[in-house]
């Protein structure tokens, strides 16, 4: 299986992949950042195709509505990318991936970003989540301060406070159970994880959770028997034609979960060679 030959890049984002991609005859189409975000890509920035192209985005995280204008500009230029704008929403936004995946990941709860802490302790209490619990929003998470390990108004409140003090932009908050995760032998510090980038629900390339400190072979620990499980799912309800699985195994039961998966296109790549070689 070869990756498009087309990639619309904005250079900043990855300059380790460019000279990698031109090294494989990538068809690469550079965007200018301002350009993009200001949704004013001007006609002669962008070479027409002569047919329809399917192109891979690197980029980094955009707004829905910027993505679909570039979308939308890249069309009329005869290039497809290969999320459609309801693909990257659905591989971005938390709330409308997990009622995919709720039985292989940790159990969640999803509330406006202009919850109280008291609602938000109601809503916990109703719906049975265990503690300890980690607290986010369907953005970005904080590295502190997040942790419920004690459930109350009070710590909730300061969760809270800590998220909209520090962080801007979200609407939602995301509460998850937190599970203990089985740890390598050799780093009893890291988890046993993995990440997958899938591009047309085949893995691309597997990386191991932490850069220098190697999980065993995945075919060592299941963890591919798993991957295929989940992905053929997302594949059943057409999820998206390019997003990352990160996967880890539980140490209570050494099953594995999914911990996150995101859009595909906005995800750094830590072994370029390695991805850009699938070509």
Not at 27 to 32: E, H, M, R, S, W
Not at 40 to 55: G, R, Y
Not at 223 to 246: C, H, P, Q, T, V
Not at 263 to 274: E, H, L, N, P, S
């Amino acid at each position: 299986m070869s990756l498009p030959k087309t990639v619309a890049a904005i250079e900043s984002y990855v300059p380790l992949e460019i000279p990698v991609m031109k090294a494989q005859n990538v068809n690469l189409i550079l965007l200018d950042e301002n350009a993009v975000i200001a949704q004013q890509i001007k006609h002669d920035q962008v070479d027409f195709q002569p047919s329809p192209t399917e192109a891979i985005l690197r980029s980094p995280r955009l707004a829905h509505d910027t993505y679909q204008y570039l979308y939308e500009t890249l069309q009329r230029r005869n290039i497809i990318l290969i999320n459609t704008p309801e693909m990257v929403r659905r591989a971005s936004e938390f709330e409308l991936h997990y009622p995919l995946i709720e039985k292989a990941t940790p159990r969640s709860l999803i509330v406006s970003a202009n919850v109280s802490p008291r609602d938000l302790y109601e809503e916990i209490q109703r719906t049975g989540l265990r503690l300890p619990l980690f607290v986010k929003t369907e953005i970005k998470s904080l590295k502190s301060g997040s942790v419920i390990e004690e459930l109350s108004v009070n710590a909730l409140d300061t969760v809270l406070n800590n998220l909209r003090t520090q962080l801007s932009g979200f609407f939602r908050i995301i509460v998850r159970e937190m599970i203990e995760l089985e740890r390598l032998s050799d780093y009893p510090d890291t988890a046993l994880e993995y990440r997958a980038f899938v591009l047309h629900n085949q893995i691309i390339i597997v990386q191991d959770g932490t850069e220098g400190k190697p999980s065993p072979p995945i075919v060592q620990t299941g963890g591919d028997r798993f991957y295929k499980e989940w992905i053929d799912a997302l594949a059943r309800a057409n999820f998206s034609n390019f997003y990352i699985m990160d996967i880890a195994r539980s140490a209570k039961d050494r099953d594995f979960v999914i911990i996150e998966i995101k859009d595909g296109q906005y995800t750094k790549i830590r072994d370029v060679d390695a991805f850009w070689r699938r070509i």
